[in-house]
């Protein structure tokens, strides 16, 4: 007994401890610089939302909030290297939906567990993409578009940046819903997908915002819908995919915040506050929303619940379309 009482001491005063621990290292947070990981190479579409969300961050804090690069492996590498990290908030990651949600289908084997090996932030912000098609084909809407492919099973072509990429499942989520088959034609990138769409070698494609907007107002391309489940604030005139012929239909790109597991919960709420205060400053909000993109902001526990909702959600998909890289 006395063997026990001692044991359940020390489990007791080391709880306490830890607690003790925490709360003093949130009290001081931060006292050096935050690393903050994008998954991705430069220059990518990730680049223009973390570097002025890192200033406001720096200002805010009064320590520097510095963007680290680690592209590679679909991301897998970036996540990696946070997974890896100490919990102690000076290291946070900017995510996508591949690396929190579609990953973990498409690999066979990932380095990192999406769901074990991070603490949400915040949801930041969501961003659709454009289903666009040569102005050859004679469809102009998402209805007409759906009737023409179930009347021509297999006929109809469409881009995408890859195998397993946001506007290959995009259209692999309309083929399923809709009961349709259209032919994937998979690119080294969204730019050579873009070209030959423009060309008029490819029917289809789902398109980044900042992407295609020039060609939709040039009439080289002819924009049927957005994918998100809402209209972007900055295309309030054209209409969803769900509401405008594939009801329920939602897919587009979202950006979560998260630190390593284990990083103490009184600084994982401060982060979030902060990133809170800069979605509702004007500077960055407009940035966020001229470039397609809505903030959101959520609170730690509804990001993780969207996380784990997401990942059911994109398996089915890819098990429907039968995408795996190993």
Do not use: C
Request: charged residues 15%.
């Amino acid at each position: 007994m006395r063997i026990l009482f001692l044991a359940l001491l020390g489990a007791l005063f080391g709880a306490a401890g830890a607690a003790a621990w925490a709360q003093g290292a949130a009290a001081g947070y931060p006292s050096k610089t935050i690393r903050f990981v994008l998954p991705y190479p430069p220059g990518g579409g990730t680049d223009t939302i973390a570097r002025p969300l890192a200033q406001r961050l720096t200002e805010a804090l009064g320590q520097q909030v510095v963007v680290e690069n680690r592209g590679g492996a679909g991301g897998a590498i970036g996540m990696e290297v946070v997974a890896r990290t100490a919990p102690d908030g000076y290291t946070i990651v900017l995510a996508v939906t591949a690396q929190l949600a579609v990953n973990v289908s498409l690999y066979k084997r990932l380095p990192y567990d999406p769901v074990r090996d991070y603490a949400p932030i915040t949801l930041l912000a969501t961003g659709p993409y454009l289903l666009v098609v040569h102005p050859s084909l004679p469809v102009k809407s998402v209805k007409e578009l759906i009737a023409l492919a179930r009347a021509r099973p297999g006929d109809l072509t469409y881009a995408s940046s890859g195998n397993g990429s946001g506007g290959h499942l995009a259209a692999a989520l309309m083929n399923s819903m809709a009961g349709i088959k259209m032919l994937h034609v998979p690119y080294k990138g969204g730019g050579p997908a873009l070209v030959d769409v423009l060309a008029g070698q490819v029917q289809i494609l789902f398109a980044t915002y900042a992407a295609s907007r020039g060609h939709i107002q040039s009439g080289r391309v002819r924009a049927l819908g957005v994918s998100t489940a809402k209209r972007p604030a900055a295309l309030p005139d054209l209409p969803t995919i769900a509401e405008s012929g594939l009801p329920g239909y939602d897919s587009g790109v979202w950006y979560g915040i998260l630190a390593p597991a284990g990083t103490p919960r009184e600084i994982v709420a401060k982060l979030n506050g902060e990133m809170i205060r800069a979605l509702n400053h004007p500077e960055f909000r407009n940035l966020l929303v001229n470039g397609g993109i809505d903030p959101i902001g959520s609170t730690p526990e509804e990001l993780g619940r969207y996380i784990k909702s997401e990942i059911a959600k994109w398996a089915k998909v890819v098990k429907d379309a039968g995408v795996r890289i190993d």
